[in-house]
């Protein structure tokens, strides 16, 4: 179900990936399914993170993102309505666990994320709801 603030993103024909169709208040629709709060996001994972907001990501928040293969290169971080900064310490945790964290704000993040992955980039995103 869509509502006027929910934003609908061209959808890159990637097959049976998971791909951002739209993301409004609280919920993102995920390859035809809605999803309600956080959640993490890769070609072959979407699943609910247990975040609520910036200050909570870490490196253990996102630890499902670690058993996925090819391993992910690029993580894609969507903040809410603004991007948030991430403090030294949240960036070099997630960059000890092998990741490039790109910070923005999630509509940003679902755009970027739906783009990468057409390209073929190894990539996740960990999404907080408008």
Known sequence: MTSPTDKTLPTPDAGSVQLVQS??????????????GPI???ANLCDRW????AAD?????????RAIEPRIEILV???????????????????????SPEVMDT??????Y??????G??????LLPL
Do not use: K, M
């Open 23 to 36: 993301y409004g208040p609280g919920r993102f629709r995920i390859s035809g399914v809605e999803h309600v």
């Open 40 to 42: 993490l996001l890769a």
């Open 50 to 53: 247990d975040v609520g907001s």
């Open 57 to 65: 990501i870490s490196a253990p928040s996102l630890a499902r993102l």
């Open 77 to 99: 971080v969507g903040c809410g309505a603004r991007a948030t900064l991430l403090s030294p310490q949240q960036r070099a945790e997630l960059r000890a666990a092998g990741w």
């Open 107 to 112: 509509g940003a993040a679902c755009r970027t």
């Open 114 to 119: 739906n783009v990468l992955l057409a390209e």
């Open 121 to 126: 980039r190894r990539v996740a995103a960990a």
